[in-house]
Nanobody, 125 residues
Framework: VQLVESGGGLVQAGGSLRLSCAAS????????MGWFRQAAGKEREFVAG????????RYADSMKGRFTISKNSAENTVYLEINSLNSEDTAMYYC???????????????????WGQGTQVTVSS
């Protein structure tokens, strides 16, 4: 599985963005798809994830409310919408995929086998 993120950029505080993650090839198994972010000098952190088949979702506690993960199965694309952006959202955002089995959508980077190259989000005040 190859993943390609897009949609990042420079945004003013208070604005919104929708990031996209296009997966090459047809996803035929119940992958867990996750969004992570990594700010300069910080560890990569889980933002949100979903299961490909039943579209169960999971959010990091600190991300609930402003972040929405969704997918378009026909286009093999996962989205992350971010609202009310602030300077703390400035980071590289990564899409990741994990093969089943898993009991719950994983939140640790080492659980995911496939990664995209990332898309930069910069929030200006």
């Amino acid at each position: 599985v190859q993943l390609v993120e897009s949609g990042g950029g420079l945004v003013q505080a208070g604005g919104s963005l929708r990031l996209s993650c296009a997966a090459s090839g047809r996803i035929v198994d119940n992958y867990a798809m996750g969004w992570f972010r990594q700010a300069a000098g910080k560890e990569r952190e889980f933002v949100a994830g979903l299961t490909w088949f039943a579209t169960h979702t999971r959010y990091a506690d600190s991300m609930k409310g402003r972040f929405t993960i969704s997918k378009n199965s026909a286009e093999n694309t996962v989205y992350l919408e971010i609202n009310s952006l602030n300077s703390e959202d400035t980071a590289m955002y990564y899409c990741a995929a994990m093969e089943p089995p898993y009991a719950r959508i994983p939140i640790y980077p080492h659980d995911y086998q496939y990664w995209g190259q990332g898309t930069q989000v910069t929030v200006s005040s």
